[in-house]
């Protein structure tokens, strides 16, 4: 394995935050012209959610969700790739991460079953947090050992 197996899962996580803005832009707009909405009417987040639907913003709380755990898991694609710990456990599982997290985005954008949101999150999450502790133990373990 090269290492570079790992960038498949970062770039398509990187894609689906784009995906995101660009659903939340289109349905945001969509009905701010649809309701002729002025500009000025919307010069905090405050105003806008006064009079934009919850539903109309669930792609931009999704949006925001996706520059918290995420953070890490690219943060982590990084450091397995420079420190050459890439192999096919941690590659399943950033993809494992990725559908998971698509999952997530599809759920909070579009229907919003806070249940069935919070199940495939808590998911996506245990398997970050598996990542991170596999790679702590691999560099505390080799660390203890001296090599």
Known sequence: ???????????????????????LYYRRLSFIFANRIRSQDLTT??????????EINWPSYNFRNLFELPV????????????????????????AYVALRAAHSLVHSTFNIVKLRFMVYMLSSLVLWFMLIRASLQYFGAAFDGT
């Open 45 to 54: 987040p405050e105003k806008g959610a006064a009079i934009i639907p919850e």
């Open 72 to 95: 890490l898991f690219y943060a982590l694609c990084l450091y397995l790739y420079a420190v050459g710990s890439v192999d096919s456990v941690f590659v399943a599982s950033a993809w």
């Open 1 to 23: 394995m090269t290492g570079n197996e790992i960038f498949g899962p970062f770039l398509a996580m990187m894609l689906l935050t784009a995906i995101v803005w660009v659903v």
